[in-house]
Every structure is written in structure tokens, then in C-alpha cells.
């Protein structure tokens, strides 16, 4: 468990090395096989044979979080606060044996993990661009339970502690040192023990910041009145941008300013009653079952086809060199991928390659990448315009824009240079996978594969299946997107998919809204209040109007004679054809662009669109936005398209953008209530139709 180690220099090193596991987790069972060791390590500092300790790992990682599954059980206020108290006194008896303390980071320290790092009086990370350290818990609806917030406080200060606690980042060892969670690296295991000796050696204080009688925070205090009005700008601009509908984020922010007016100790026991508040709200439930256990069962291969070898794409093609195709490059390069980039021309390629080395340069400045990595991941990347130079590759990627004839027609120039076994995926958001296939050479081998803008940044893929798509292929656009960090969905090929399907609920329902006389600006900030990222009116002009109605017209032909006409489709109409503003492409939709692209609602709205509602009731306009994609994403479980709730729940937050408080469509009628939400159901539907009925999938949810 603990294994003890000392040396002539009375400096003893504590390898951790939990038996039966393949990871260390900071557990009770871990604190209670410290306490015997730290009454011993007091004992011999008592008896001057103690100069100092390090602590290490003896497996891959150093130390990770604690039992999440028992956080999303916990109910109880007292009982959390009773064991974040219990993490706290152990962590500073840890960090008060006398004598000073250094972490040595040979592994992943994240949450949980990483406060006992930062209980130790010094930290040593192993320079390993793989290791992630910090704390990440506030993007599952958590704030750190042992008291990292109030030492970041103390170490960093409120202004640098703030965005570090806030953005949730797992930080690579060379990041963090910018950022100053760690002290210093080390370049190999050896080094990094002899460095932490080197350092206890020669600084024999154990007292840390907040020990110390005249102790300073950096920066100060939320009492001092210009910091005071900072700290009080920060809270402004934290409730507009998320409406208060995050517990943790803002308890972050409330907790440092607290905290700082306040003893270490004192503000330790404040720490805890958030945490408490925090961990036994619904918000955390929600975004742990899905930001960490739907999440966790799609990476072991939930909806993948069974039977199948595992696919390990080393060379990928990829056709087009824009935005979209040159993000999925730099994605593949990023995950130790070879990557061919083709275009209709050698300049327009290298433009790509040059998009991938901005990226690349983006990266080593905030020290993801390290400067010398630089031209070993660009020496990856080979830009052409002949499509003769895919024929070594695994799978080739069709990124051009949104054409049939054009995709098709570069979709055979590639197959003809493809072996019998290699994958063809298309990048599409609106053409049927099966209709795009109709002339692949190898159509079992034909997939696609939907990416979501910034491809490089986003978190899933829909990976759709057509008519003639085997299985096998299936599992190997499965294995390709868990390759470069994706979780993906499989999705059957009909109208929408899955994202661009519900999604459209959405944007129809703020458009039935406008044309029922509400006005566009209460519109757009309600869709904000309800937790989505943007209003309807403007997702709309993003997308283009034209597609929003396209997507209608498929689910019209999709669904013939039961198909039912959403009342938003008249306003659409009128808006493309009559008014003719067809969204931001065209720089006139809802809003008015600049040539800069910044948007402003049109003025012209309210004359086309007159604002006839004097009495608007905001619960029920929030209502409808989530739940006429709630009951969408039913419809879609109920008719297939997708079978694994937990992509339905993914695919919601991080595919169209559904609040990520929900913790997604299903887990939001769970923690609304399934028959409570029935019944506002059936409200809403007496009040505007048919599209408010509950599909039946919906109704037979457990519990």
C-alpha cells in the first residue's frame, strides 16, 4: 500500500502502490494506511531523525480522484461535510509533521489526486507532456473537497486562482508550471527523486504561507475595496454569462472571496459546508452521471459492434484543406497519426498544412506541446493535390462542403487508390449517407462520420451508419474516433441524425414565438436563461435559414402522411422568400451582421414579426425550449436512430449544446421528474399542439 523508504540524509520516501488496482485512488482505504505512517513520521521528527519527505507513486499515475459513484449517491449535507473535514485533517496532518514535504508527480494528479500534492510544501512534476494534473471537478458540478481552493487561494491569489479553478483544465506538467500549480520538472524518474532530496536539503522550513503569523495572500483580499470591486465584476460577469444555473462555479468564486477575509482554518470549515451544499445537489448528480459515467461507458465501447478486432488507423486521408478538414488533420497529428491532406490545388493544401502549424504554435505557447515537438508533428502531415498519395492510408476523411455531386465525385477519385479493407467516411451534416454511397466502389467500407465545428475542439462525433455500411466498418469509425479523443455516437442514416434533428426543435420553437407576437429580443434571452449557449433566432442565422427548413422538408418526406407541418415553418418561409434574409451567410437574417461578422437583431424584425404579447410567462417559454427537445431526442430513441441513452445524453450537451446543468435530455426528465414532466407535457401540448405529445420511450423511463 505505502511502501517506507529512508535514507542516510533522514529523508524517507513513501511510494504509493495500492494493491489489487491499477491506479492509486485517494480513498479511506489509502488515509487509513497513512495514519499509522504519519503518527511514525511525527514520532521520528520528535527524535531528530526526520529532515524531510517525499512522496511518489509507484504506478503510472501518481494519485486520482476519489469514488465518484459514492459522490453520486451522497444525499446527506452532514454526512458530506463530515467527510470533506475527515480529507481536510488528513491532508493537514500531512502537510504539519514538522519537517517539509515534497510531491514528486511521476503520474496523472487530477482532482482528488492532486490535493495531496498540494498539501505537500513543494512540487516536482516529471516533464512528460502525457501527465495531466489539476483540478477538473467543477466541469462535472464539483468543487474540490480537501481544501484546494482555499491553498490555491493562498498560493496563487484570488485573481490567478479563479480562472484555474474555473476553466477545469488538465494541465500538462509544462502548463502548470506556467500557470503555478507545480514548482519545478524533472526530466526522467531518477532526476526527479534527486531533485526532490536536493530541494528538502536545502530548505528546512515546514511552514507554509497560511502557517506563518504574518502570512500574506498574493494580490490580498476581497476587503481590500479595489480588488473588492474586481472580485465584485467577476460575479456580475459570471451570472450573465451562465444565469447562476452552475452551483459550482459560483461557489468558486464566493468561496475565494470569503475565504480570503478569513483564518486558513476557518475558511477550511467554510470550504467543507460548500462542498456539502455542492456534492448533494441535483446539478452535481446530473453532470457526474453524464460528464463522467456516459462518457466513461461510450470509451469502453458502448453501441460499438460486437466481434470485431480492434482498428488501429495509423495514416489517415483527409479530403479538403478548409477550416473543417484542416481541424481534423491537426486532431489526427495531435494523437500520433500520419496524415495526407488533400485539396483541389497544392497551394490551396499548404494553406491547410498552415492552419495545422498556427494550431501547432498555439499550443507550445500555452505549453500543451513542447517547442521541439514542433516539427516531428508537422513532419506528419503530407499536403498534395493528387489522390493517388491516399493509397497507404487506413481511412480517408471527405471534408468538402455541403455538395452531393462534389462529395461523391471526390469520394470515387479516392476509393480507386484505396485497398479492399480501408474505411471512406464522408463529413456530413445534411445529405443521407446511403443516397451519398449510391456509387462508392466498396460500399460496406462507405461510413459517416459527422464532426462538429471547431472539429479540433469539440467532444463527439455521430458516426452514421448507412443502408449497405457492415458492421465491421462500423466498429472500425467507432475505434477511429476513440483514436483521436472522440466520443462517438452511432447514428442511423435519417433525416438529421441526431444533433441537427432535435436541435431544429429548437430553433422552430423561438421562431413560433416570434410569430406568435413575442418579441425577438425576450426570445433570444430566454433561450440564454434556459442554459443554452445561444438564442434560437441566432442559431438559426448561424445554420442558414434555408437549412432549417431543408431539415423540415426531410421529415415531411420522411414521415409522409403522419407528418404534421410545424407552425414555424410559414415564418421561415416568409422570411427566405419574401423578406429574403437567409441568415449570417448572407449577412441578413434575424440579425444584421458587419463585415467583421458581429451581430445585432434586426431592426426590421418587429415590423415583419409584429410583438403582440404584453404578458409573457418565462417559466413556461423556458419550458418549451427544453422540452420540445427532450421530447424529440424520445422520438428518436423510440424510432432508433440512436439506442444507448448515454449517447443521447452526450450527444445533447456537447452536440447542439442542450445545458450541460441537465446533465442532458434523459437525465433532465429524471431530475425534473418523469411524471411531473409528463403532466407539463400534456399542459404544454393543450396549450400548442400535437408536438408536445410524450413519445412512449419517455413514459416507460425507470423511476
Given at each position: 500500500?505505502?511502501?517506507?523508504?529512508?535514507?542516510?540524509?533522514?529523508?524517507?520516501?513513501?511510494?504509493?502502490?495500492?494493491?489489487?488496482?491499477?491506479?492509486?485512488?485517494?480513498?479511506?482505504?489509502?488515509?487509513?494506511?497513512?495514519?499509522?505512517?504519519?503518527?511514525?513520521?511525527?514520532?521520528?521528527?520528535?527524535?531528530?531523525?526526520?529532515?524531510?519527505?517525499?512522496?511518489?507513486?509507484?504506478?503510472?499515475?501518481?494519485?486520482?480522484?476519489?469514488?465518484?459513484?459514492?459522490?453520486?449517491?451522497?444525499?446527506?449535507?452532514?454526512?458530506?461535510?463530515?467527510?470533506?473535514?475527515?480529507?481536510?485533517?488528513?491532508?493537514?496532518?500531512?502537510?504539519?509533521?514538522?519537517?517539509?514535504?515534497?510531491?514528486?508527480?511521476?503520474?496523472?494528479?487530477?482532482?482528488?489526486?492532486?490535493?495531496?500534492?498540494?498539501?505537500?510544501?513543494?512540487?516536482?512534476?516529471?516533464?512528460?507532456?502525457?501527465?495531466?494534473?489539476?483540478?477538473?471537478?467543477?466541469?462535472?458540478?464539483?468543487?474540490?473537497?480537501?481544501?484546494?481552493?482555499?491553498?490555491?487561494?493562498?498560493?496563487?491569489?484570488?485573481?490567478?486562482?479563479?480562472?484555474?479553478?474555473?476553466?477545469?483544465?488538465?494541465?500538462?506538467?509544462?502548463?502548470?508550471?506556467?500557470?503555478?500549480?507545480?514548482?519545478?520538472?524533472?526530466?526522467?524518474?531518477?532526476?526527479?527523486?534527486?531533485?526532490?532530496?536536493?530541494?528538502?536539503?536545502?530548505?528546512?522550513?515546514?511552514?507554509?504561507?497560511?502557517?506563518?503569523?504574518?502570512?500574506?495572500?498574493?494580490?490580498?483580499?476581497?476587503?481590500?475595496?479595489?480588488?473588492?470591486?474586481?472580485?465584485?465584476?467577476?460575479?456580475?460577469?459570471?451570472?450573465?454569462?451562465?444565469?447562476?444555473?452552475?452551483?459550482?462555479?459560483?461557489?468558486?468564486i464566493d468561496l475565494l472571496a470569503e475565504g480570503s477575509k478569513l483564518d486558513f482554518e476557518t475558511a477550511s470549515r467554510l470550504d467543507s459546508r460548500y462542498y456539502a451544499q455542492i456534492v448533494t445537489g441535483e446539478v452535481s448528480k446530473n453532470m457526474i452521471s453524464t460528464f463522467w459515467f456516459d462518457k466513461q461507458a461510450i470509451r469502453a465501447g458502448l453501441g460499438r459492434p460486437k466481434g470485431y478486432g480492434k482498428f488501429r488507423p495509423r495514416r489517415v486521408g483527409i479530403i479538403g484543406a478548409?477550416?473543417?478538414?484542416?481541424?481534423?488533420?491537426?486532431?489526427?497529428?495531435?494523437?500520433?497519426?500520419?496524415?495526407?491532406?488533400?485539396?483541389?490545388?497544392?497551394?490551396?493544401?499548404?494553406?491547410?498544412?498552415?492552419?495545422?502549424?498556427?494550431?501547432?504554435?498555439?499550443?507550445?505557447?500555452?505549453?500543451?506541446?513542447?517547442?521541439?515537438?514542433?516539427?516531428?508533428?508537422?513532419?506528419?502531415?503530407?499536403?498534395?493535390?493528387?489522390?493517388?498519395?491516399?493509397?497507404?492510408?487506413?481511412?480517408?476523411?471527405?471534408?468538402?462542403?455541403?455538395?452531393?455531386?462534389?462529395?461523391?465525385?471526390?469520394?470515387?477519385?479516392?476509393?480507386?487508390?484505396?485497398?479492399?479493407?480501408?474505411?471512406?467516411?464522408?463529413?456530413?451534416?445534411?445529405?443521407?449517407?446511403?443516397?451519398?454511397?449510391?456509387?462508392?466502389?466498396?460500399?460496406?467500407?462507405?461510413i459517416g462520420i459527422h464532426f462538429f465545428q471547431p472539429a479540433e475542439k469539440t467532444n463527439v462525433v455521430e458516426v452514421v451508419r448507412g443502408d449497405h455500411t457492415s458492421e465491421e466498418t462500423v466498429a472500425r469509425a467507432f475505434d477511429f474516433a476513440t483514436s483521436i479523443r472522440k466520443l462517438p455516437l452511432i447514428v442511423a442514416d435519417t433525416w438529421g441524425f441526431l444533433a441537427a434533428r432535435v436541435r431544429n426543435t429548437y430553433i422552430l420553437e423561438g421562431v413560433t414565438m416570434l410569430n406568435e407576437g413575442y418579441p425577438a429580443a425576450l426570445i433570444e434571452n430566454m433561450g440564454r436563461q434556459a442554459g443554452m449557449k445561444i438564442g434560437p433566432l441566432a442559431l438559426a442565422d448561424e445554420l442558414g435559414l434555408d437549412l432549417v427548413l431543408r431539415y423540415e422538408s426531410q421529415a415531411s418526406e420522411h414521415y409522409g402522411d403522419k407528418y404534421q407541418q410545424h407552425p414555424a415553418v410559414p415564418a421561415l418561409r416568409k422570411m427566405l422568400e419574401d423578406i429574403r434574409r437567409g441568415g449570417r451567410q448572407k449577412r441578413a437574417g434575424f440579425y444584421d451582421y458587419d463585415p467583421a461578422g458581429r451581430g445585432r437583431l434586426w431592426m426590421g424584425v418587429a415590423e415583419h414579426f409584429p410583438v403582440t404579447k404584453e404578458d409573457y410567462d418565462r417559466r413556461r417559454m423556458r419550458d418549451r425550449f427544453l422540452f420540445c427537445q427532450v421530447i424529440?431526442?424520445?422520438?428518436?430513441?423510440?424510432?432508433?436512430v440512436i439506442t444507448e441513452p448515454a449517447a443521447a445524453n452526450l450527444g445533447s450537451v456537447y452536440g447542439w449544446g442542450f445545458p450541460k446543468y441537465t446533465g442532458g435530455v434523459l437525465r433532465y426528465v429524471e431530475s425534473y421528474g418523469k411524471e411531473a414532466f409528463i403532466a407539463r407535457c400534456g399542459e404544454l401540448k393543450e396549450r400548442y399542439g400535437q408536438r408536445f405529445t410524450v413519445p412512449k420511450y419517455l413514459r416507460e423511463l425507470e423511476g
Open positions: 500500500m505505502i511502501e517506507y523508504r529512508k535514507d542516510t540524509d533522514d529523508i524517507v520516501t513513501l511510494i504509493l502502490d495500492m494493491s489489487g488496482r491499477q491506479s492509486n485512488l485517494l480513498n479511506h482505504e489509502l488515509v487509513s494506511a497513512f495514519k499509522p505512517v504519519i503518527a511514525h513520521l511525527q514520532s521520528e521528527k520528535k527524535a531528530n531523525r526526520l529532515r524531510g519527505i517525499i512522496i511518489t507513486s509507484g504506478k503510472k499515475d501518481f494519485l486520482r480522484q476519489g469514488d465518484l459513484d459514492y459522490l453520486r449517491q451522497l444525499k446527506d449535507p452532514e454526512v458530506a461535510f463530515r467527510h470533506a473535514q475527515d480529507l481536510k485533517n488528513f491532508l493537514r496532518d500531512l502537510e504539519v509533521p514538522g519537517v517539509p514535504v515534497v510531491a514528486a508527480i511521476n503520474g496523472d494528479a487530477l482532482g482528488t489526486g492532486f490535493e495531496l500534492a498540494l498539501a505537500c510544501h513543494h512540487r516536482i512534476a516529471l516533464a512528460d507532456p502525457k501527465i495531466r494534473l489539476g483540478h477538473p471537478e467543477v466541469k462535472i458540478g464539483l468543487i474540490p473537497s480537501g481544501g484546494a481552493v482555499i491553498r490555491l487561494l493562498w498560493l496563487l491569489g484570488i485573481e490567478r486562482a479563479y480562472p484555474l479553478l474555473m476553466e477545469g483544465r488538465r494541465y500538462s506538467p509544462q502548463e502548470a508550471i506556467k500557470v503555478g500549480i507545480v514548482d519545478a520538472l524533472a526530466d526522467s524518474p531518477a532526476e526527479l527523486i534527486s531533485r526532490a532530496k536536493k530541494w528538502l536539503l536545502g530548505n528546512p522550513d515546514s511552514r507554509r504561507p497560511w502557517d506563518v503569523i504574518d502570512g500574506e495572500i498574493p494580490g490580498g483580499t476581497a476587503a481590500e475595496p479595489n480588488l473588492g470591486h474586481r472580485i465584485r465584476l467577476l460575479t456580475a460577469r459570471l451570472s450573465a454569462d451562465t444565469y447562476d444555473l452552475y452551483p459550482a462555479a459560483r461557489a468558486i478548409g477550416q473543417m478538414g484542416s481541424g481534423i488533420a491537426f486532431l489526427c497529428l495531435r494523437n500520433g497519426l500520419e496524415v495526407v491532406l488533400k485539396d483541389v490545388s497544392q497551394p490551396i493544401a499548404d494553406r491547410g498544412r498552415d492552419f495545422v502549424a498556427a494550431k501547432i504554435d498555439e499550443y507550445i505557447e500555452r505549453g500543451t506541446f513542447q517547442p521541439e515537438e514542433r516539427e516531428e508533428l508537422l513532419g506528419r502531415i503530407t499536403t498534395t493535390d493528387k489522390s493517388a498519395d491516399f493509397e497507404r492510408c487506413d481511412i480517408v476523411v471527405e471534408a468538402v462542403f455541403e455538395n452531393k455531386s462534389i462529395k461523391q465525385k471526390v469520394t470515387q477519385e479516392a476509393e480507386a487508390h484505396l485497398d479492399e479493407y480501408a474505411v471512406f467516411a464522408t463529413n456530413t451534416i445534411s445529405i443521407p449517407i446511403t443516397e451519398l454511397g449510391q456509387n462508392s466502389l466498396r460500399p460496406e467500407n462507405y424529440e431526442s424520445g422520438w428518436c430513441l423510440q424510432e432508433k
